[in-house]
């Protein structure tokens, strides 16, 4: 049997670059046969396949930010690629690589699969932006296109919100691969022993001064220390949380730590008490998984995504979003009750092996690939 021949579309970094890399790593090389295109200003690492060799990879105009004209080169150029390589299916992710994947898609008659990665409407204030990235994902929706969301709740407001029709609406979870071995971290230990923390950039989607406003209230009560991986190129709201920490003198209760090793996060989330999350919108996080994977309970925000992997006092906390005092109490209970947080971290390995280990799922995405 010829191998069916998948095109993946994408602006690779975050979380989208590490879906598409766990999928890549894990897929049948024998059925399927995967292409790459991606921006030529996002990621430098080479992609890899199951077996170890690397995966044949393009490069075009796409960048996270909106621009009319290297928008329309890069529909231009992905179109060509796309009519060279004659693949089966293109598997396009998030918003830049949604609009491209189905717009080629259908110039070219080639059947899409769009992952959102939570939708880029979620991700601004601004009512006109987030009327324009709605209106233009309700325009792109249904047609030669397949849903394929990371998680139940974002499969709901595709249908709900964006006008998904049930039919071509589906979920693949987000997964990844067991965690059997930590590394020694890579960058210098600066901060103290009992700590909590968090994986994400500064940013209105992460809404991190909550996370600070939060630990304030903590603090109040109970000392505790709070490290922020993954303050980046990509962190709008650095200097409001930066002034916030000032404002609030706790200079010495948070860490900020620039993007560093994947096996560094496993290292800290490891050694953490519990992870906590304030965002205001996920796909489905990978930085959650991971923590329920090193048997880590969590505390995080009602929102898609998150609550999709946390159920409420089993392997943690789901609080209301605005919520700082719910937060604070369900931090409070976690620090000072050692027999409830083993009992939830316990759970939280459960969670994780039953339901998000990639080793056994990935065999349900390549039925989806191959419907």
Avoid at 13 to 39: A, K, P, Q
Avoid at 207 to 215: A, F, H, Y
Wanted: with cysteine.
């Amino acid at each position: 049997m010829a191998k069916k021949k998948i095109v993946h579309i994408l602006h690779s970094i975050g979380g989208v670059d590490v879906y598409l890399r766990l999928v890549l790593e894990n897929m049948n090389t024998d059925s399927f046969e995967n292409i790459v295109i991606h921006g030529t200003k996002d990621t430098e690492k080479p992609f890899f396949d199951k077996s170890g060799n690397k995966v044949k990879e393009y490069k075009v105009s796409i960048f996270r930010d909106i621009s009319i004209l290297n928008d329309i080169k890069s529909i231009f150029q992905t179109y060509k690629i796309l009519k060279k390589e004659k693949p089966n299916l293109i598997h396009s992710h998030s918003a830049k690589g949604g609009i491209l994947g189905r717009i080629t898609g259908r110039l070219l008659g080639i059947k899409v699969i769009y992952t959102p990665h939570a939708f880029s409407y979620l991700s601004t204030q601004n009512s006109l932006k987030k009327s324009l990235f709605l209106n233009i994902e309700k325009f792109l929706a249904n047609g030669n296109s397949l849903l394929l969301a990371t998680s139940a709740s974002e499969k709901k407001r595709a249908i709900e919100a964006v006008g998904y029709k049930p039919k071509n609406a589906i979920v693949f979870n987000n997964c990844i691969e067991p965690i059997t071995k930590i590394q020694p971290l890579t960058i210098i230990k600066t901060w103290p022993e009992d700590y909590i923390c968090t994986v994400g950039r500064p940013s209105y989607q992460k809404n991190i001064e909550q996370m600070i406003r939060v630990l304030h209230e903590v603090k109040k009560e109970a000392k505790i220390h709070l490290i922020i991986m993954g303050v980046g190129p990509v962190s709008g709201q650095l200097e409001s949380v930066k002034n916030l920490i000032q404002e609030l003198d706790m200079t010495n209760d948070v860490t900020l730590l620039n993007w560093t090793e994947r096996t560094d996060v496993f290292n800290i989330i490891n050694q953490s008490k519990f992870y906590i999350s304030t965002s205001r919108y996920e796909g489905m996080p990978y930085s959650i998984i991971e923590s329920l994977a090193l048997s880590k309970a969590c505390v995080v925000t009602n929102c898609d995504g998150n609550k999709d992997l946390i159920i409420d006092n089993y392997n943690g906390f789901v609080v209301e979003n605005e919520d700082v005092k719910g937060f604070k109490t369900k931090i409070l209970k976690l620090l000072i009750d050692k027999e409830l947080l083993d009992k939830l971290s316990k759970n939280a390995f459960n969670s994780y092996s039953e339901n998000y280990n990639i080793k056994k799922n990935i065999y349900e995405l390549e039925s989806i690939y191959l419907e």
